[in-house]
């Protein structure tokens, strides 16, 4: 089975070659020349890592029947503690399958765990000795920024279910809903849900104002862009 890029279709390449490339030239990818028929009827009984050896043995063709039967079990047997590709019934006509079982609990070591192997069996196969850099995806950065230094925030409830939020400075201010509901108090409210209700049912003097987003409110109100 040959591989060839996305960006060239003439460039071709064996199975550890794209492996251990990883991308082709000009940020393209390697894709399997062709797609090898699955025998679906004779594989629908298998464990989860003898299917995956079936599979993995259409595409890579270049590596030994007892490199990939080694690898599959090694991968997902014991480390998915016997429940790789565990599917649970939910009712009838209904599973569920469970992408959790692996090494991290996380879908991704159905991928992760078994690449490290070949990686080093198609470096093997080529006789490449360098190292091989592995280059993380940087974590996502927060929603919000990190919380800072802020003035602390005080809250009364409501009979209503309702909180009063304000700074601490504010607290003996704001002690009751008539104390919120006046000219000049600045109000913040999320858009769509209970807290618009409430102001719009219970604060008719106040000056109140949309801010989409929930979460931020409290920073809104540390940094005195608000009062409750």
């Known amino acids: 089975m040959q591989y060839l890029s996305t960006r060239d279709s003439a ?5 550890q070659e794209a492996i251990v490339r990883g991308l082709a030239p000009q940020s393209g990818l390697f894709v399997p020349e062709a797609f090898p028929k699955a025998d679906l009827e004779a594989w629908k009984s298998l464990s989860y890592p003898a299917l ?8 890579l063709t270049d590596y030994s029947a007892d490199f990939l039967h080694n690898a599959t079990a090694a991968t997902y047997g014991d480390a998915f503690g016997g429940k790789a590709g565990e599917t649970v019934r939910v009712r009838d006509g209904l599973y569920s399958l469970e992408l959790w079982h692996g090494p991290t609990c996380a879908f991704k070591d159905y991928a992760l765990q078994l690449m490290p192997k070949l990686l080093v069996e198609a470096k093997k196969m080529l006789g490449r000795t360098e190292t091989t850099p592995i280059q993380q995806a940087p974590a996502a950065p927060p929603r919000t920024p990190p919380p800072t230094a802020q003035p602390p ?3 009364s409830y409501l009979a209503t279910g309702k909180t009063i939020l304000c700074r601490e400075a504010d607290a003996a201010r704001f002690g009751s809903l008539a104390d919120v509901d006046r000219p000049g108090v600045r109000v913040l409210y999320n858009p769509g849900g209970t807290n618009e209700d409430f102001v719009k049912t219970h604060l008719h003097h106040a000056d109140c104002r949309v801010f989409a987003r929930n979460a931020a409110i409290p920073d809104c109100i540390a940094a005195g862009k608000a009062d409750v």
């Open 52 to 59: 995956a050896e079936k599979v993995l043995d259409g595409f």
């Open 11 to 15: 460039l071709r390449v064996s199975a």
């Open 153 to 155: 925030l005080a809250h």
